[in-house]
């Protein structure tokens, strides 16, 4: 292990243990009644003038049915650099030091800053599928604040999609809004979820390239996807209430061996 993690790792643990938080590996993780909520570090590339690093982190529904990979892998939906502005264009999202002890210590210094002031507050809101769902969907419109900010200050000019702002199609949000019994939201991420699957599709389907099997499985997401649309739109909470319980059993069980 060189200097950074070390430092970093033995550092965060004083911070945030007494939170329950535990760590695994690069990985710090605990579970608050019905979410996951983690936070990872990872070293990027060498340059000329030092190393970088990032932070990650997520809110997670155990709901989702969760992967022993994906909870030890680092699953960084969102990037702690980005709770400020950046005078990088598009928004930094990692921090840079040079490998000499006073650089590493001020970089983990300021890593601090930003979990004690930004995410662990955040974490202690998002404390379950009810309350990480606007929590969420908050922060995606932060980011992209800052996001349109930092363009402004390298008079860039915006070119980001109509999903800039909130990605709505994304099933970590979803299932949160199943859980929490908002199911309007959820219609509306599942058809956005459709309608991005659907253009694919008709993106590939005529590509030489994609066997059938491949063409098949696209068949099979987007059969899925309108049969839980049409389980939404009819009010069949039941369906899924159960679905909801087995993977939230699911997720439990396998975080049992690892926190």
């Known amino acids: 292990m060189d200097d950074f993690l070390k430092q970093y790792k033995n550092r965060c643990e004083t911070e945030v243990l007494p939170y329950g938080f535990k760590r695994k590996k690069n990985v710090f993780i605990r579970v608050v009644n019905d979410v996951l909520q983690s936070f990872y570090t990872e070293k990027l590339s060498i340059y000329s003038y030092g190393r970088e690093c990032r932070v990650g982190f997520s809110v997670l529904p155990l709901c989702q049915k969760l992967e022993a990979e994906r909870i030890l892998g680092g699953f960084g939906v969102y990037y702690l650099r980005?709770?400020?502005?950046?005078?990088?264009?598009?928004?930094?999202d990692r921090w840079r030091y040079?490998?000499?002890?006073?650089?590493i210590s001020a970089c983990i210094n300021e890593i601090l800053i930003y979990i004690n002031k930004y995410l662990l507050p955040f974490f202690e809101r998002a404390n379950s599928c009810k309350a990480a769902l606007p929590e969420v969907i908050a922060l995606e419109k932060l980011f992209n604040e800052n996001r349109i900010e930092s363009l402004k200050l390298s008079d860039i000019a915006d070119k980001a999609g109509p999903n800039a702002e909130l990605n709505l199609s994304d099933s970590t949000k979803y299932f949160m809004a199943l859980k929490s019994?908002?199911?309007?939201?959820?219609?509306?991420?599942?058809?956005?979820?459709?309608?991005?699957?659907?253009a694919v599709y008709e993106s590939v389907q005529n590509n030489s390239y994609m066997t059938k099997e491949k063409l098949h499985e696209?068949?099979?997401?987007?059969?899925k996807l309108q049969d839980e649309i049409r389980h939404l739109e009819e009010k069949d909470w039941d369906y899924f209430k159960i679905i909801i319980a087995d993977n939230e059993a699911y997720s439990r069980e396998k975080l049992k061996g690892i926190i």
């Open 82 to 92: 980005k709770f400020e502005i950046s005078h990088w264009a598009e928004g930094d």
């Open 98 to 103: 040079k490998s000499i002890p006073e650089d």
């Open 181 to 198: 019994g908002d199911y309007d939201f959820a219609l509306k991420s599942r058809k956005a979820l459709l309608e991005q699957n659907m």
């Open 218 to 223: 696209k068949e099979e997401m987007l059969s």
